[in-house]
C-alpha cells in the first residue's frame, strides 16, 4: 500500500489489519499516521471473525492513540450493532462498509445514536436508498464508496450522481465529507 501511494499521490494509504494476527505487540501498530496512514480498514468477513470480537476491541484501544478512522465491512444483519457495541468507548470515527437494503435501517438507528458513525455507498445500489438515509440522517456522514476493484467505479458512482440529492449534498457525499474525516 505504502509504495502504490508514494508513486501515485492521488491514492490514500489505508492499513488493512487482521485482529486474528494482534496479540497485543505495539511497534508498528502505534505508527500508522506518523507513516502517512489516514484510516484502518478491518475485514471480518473473508479474515472470519465476528465483530464483538476480543482481539479487535484491544486492538482498537491501541490504536485510540493514533486518532485515525476505523472502517469494518459490515455484509449481514446485525454486525454493525455487534462492532458499534463492542467500540462505544472508542473515540475515532467508525465508518460502516457495506452498508445495504438488508442493513441500511439499522445503520441510520446507528448514526442517530452515535455521532461518530459514518456509512460509504459501495452497497447502497436499490433505487432511493442513499436519498432515504440522507433524508433521515443528513449528508454529512455519508461517503462515496465505489466498491472497486469488484464493481466498475462508474457504477458506484452514477447511483450517487442519480439519487436527487443537492449540489451541496452530493458536494458532501463525492468527497467533501471524506476530506474532512480524513483530514486532508
Known sequence: TRAACSENSALIPVATINPQSYFGQDGAFLKFKADGYRLVRFFPGPQKWVTNYAPLTVLAKRLEVEGLPIMVDI???????SLVDSLVSHPSSLILAGVDHRTASEAVALMRAHARVYIETSQLNAVGAIKTIIDAVGADRVLYGSGAPLRPMASGLNVIK???LSDDQLAKVLGG??????EI
Open 75 to 81: 455484509s449481514q444483519p446485525g454486525m454493525a450493532s
Open 177 to 182: 465529507n471524506a476530506r474532512q474525516l480524513l
Open 162 to 164: 442519480f439519487a436527487g
